[in-house]
């Protein structure tokens, strides 16, 4: 995750704030593609969690949701508008996800291999024309995508068969058979039970393999006591190399002025 450039979070602004600011510059500094996937419910629905979003919705004057948690805005708003600012947004995929005949809550559910039968997911997209401008806006806008969400997911799971009303392009995967799905499945649990039992098997017998080991522990402990992690080093090594650029670029032109006074 850390090679990957995720963005880590405290959940508590005043700290994610400016962590969370550097980050996005530097993905609008080097311009690479970027999918940026948010939660901004911040958690599952459980009934603890229906709870606190209840007593969220009293203090704010919301009304109560039953298939939603109210969306935390503050992180949403600020991503899109520092997105927009630097040009590095394309648009906002606004997706539902939900689950016709089980869901899975916990951990315990998959060991159990209580996996979900089937998952819908509505997609639709907003490009960021469609945005509000005044990011003022960005906050009420949000909210109303997932007011949306709430009676999309009441008519879900009221209507049989159950299933999204179909609006715009509707697409089922290709060849999802029960049999290609059960054998993806017994490959995934063979391939994962080998990978493990090699790697506890070269730790035990194979002494060049346990020093691999140690050497890949100690670079990863070092480099998080030193810099937080791989995608901060990242972060510090593009503005090195940026301040670099920049002083050259400086002092170049600054010779070109002498040479041409």
Same mark, same amino acid.
């Given at each position: 995750?850390?090679?990957?450039?995720?963005?880590?979070?405290?959940?508590?602004?005043?700290?994610?704030?400016?962590?969370?600011?550097?980050?996005? $510059?530097?993905?609008?500094? /080097?311009? &690479?593609?970027?999918?940026?996937?948010?939660?901004? &419910?911040?958690? $599952?629905?459980?009934? *603890?969690?229906?709870?606190?979003?209840?007593?969220?919705?009293?203090?704010?004057?919301?009304?109560?949701?039953?298939?939603?948690?109210?969306?935390?805005?503050?992180?949403?708003?600020?991503?899109?508008?520092?997105?927009?600012?630097? $040009? *590095?947004?394309?648009?906002?995929? $606004?997706?539902?996800?939900?689950?016709?005949? *089980?869901?899975?809550?916990? &951990?315990?559910?998959? /060991?159990?291999?209580?996996?979900?039968?089937?998952?819908?997911?509505?997609?639709?997209?907003?490009?960021?024309?469609?945005?509000?401008?005044?990011?003022?806006?960005? &906050?009420?806008?949000?909210?109303?995508?997932?007011?949306?969400?709430?009676?999309?997911?009441?008519?879900?799971?009221?209507?049989?068969?159950?299933?999204?009303?179909?609006?715009?392009?509707?697409?089922?995967?290709?060849?999802?058979?029960?049999?290609?799905?059960?054998?993806?499945?017994?490959?995934?649990?063979?391939?994962?039970?080998?990978?493990?039992?090699?790697?506890?098997?070269?730790?035990?017998?194979?002494?060049?393999?346990?020093?691999?080991?140690?050497?890949?522990?100690?670079?990863?402990?070092?480099?998080?006591?030193?810099?937080?992690?791989?995608?901060?080093?990242?972060?510090?090594?593009?503005?090195?190399?940026?301040?670099?650029?920049?002083?050259?670029?400086?002092?170049? *032109?600054?010779?070109?002025?002498?040479?041409?006074?």
């Amino acid at each position: 995750m850390q090679v990957a450039c995720f963005v880590f979070i405290q959940r508590r602004w005043e700290e994610d704030k400016k962590h969370l600011e550097n980050m996005l $510059d530097y993905f609008c500094d /080097i311009r &690479e593609p970027l999918q940026l996937l948010l939660f901004p &419910e911040g958690t $599952d629905l459980t009934e *603890n969690t229906r709870t606190r979003s209840d007593a969220f919705a009293a203090q704010n004057s919301l009304p109560k949701l039953e298939y939603v948690l109210h969306p935390r805005t503050t992180g949403f708003t600020f991503i899109v508008d520092k997105l927009r600012k630097g $040009d *590095n947004l394309d648009a906002v995929h $606004d997706i539902t996800v939900a689950y016709p005949k *089980n869901i899975p809550q916990t &951990e315990r559910h998959l /060991i159990l291999g209580l996996f979900p039968r089937e998952i819908h997911f509505h997609v639709r997209r907003y490009p960021v024309s469609a945005l509000p401008v005044p990011s003022s806006e960005l &906050e009420p806008w949000c909210r109303q995508r997932w007011a949306e969400k709430e009676v999309r997911l009441r008519d879900f799971y009221s209507s049989q068969p159950r299933g999204f009303e179909r609006e715009g392009v509707a697409r089922v995967p290709p060849c999802k058979s029960e049999l290609r799905v059960a054998l993806i499945k017994a490959a995934s649990l063979i391939y994962w039970t080998s990978f493990i039992s090699l790697c506890f098997t070269g730790l035990w017998l194979w002494a060049p393999f346990r020093l691999y080991f140690l050497v890949v522990v100690g670079v990863f402990v070092v480099q998080q006591k030193l810099v937080g992690g791989l995608e901060l080093a990242e972060l510090a090594c593009h503005r090195y190399w940026k301040s670099m650029t920049s002083d050259m670029s400086e002092k170049k *032109n600054k010779m070109l002025d002498g040479k041409i006074q």
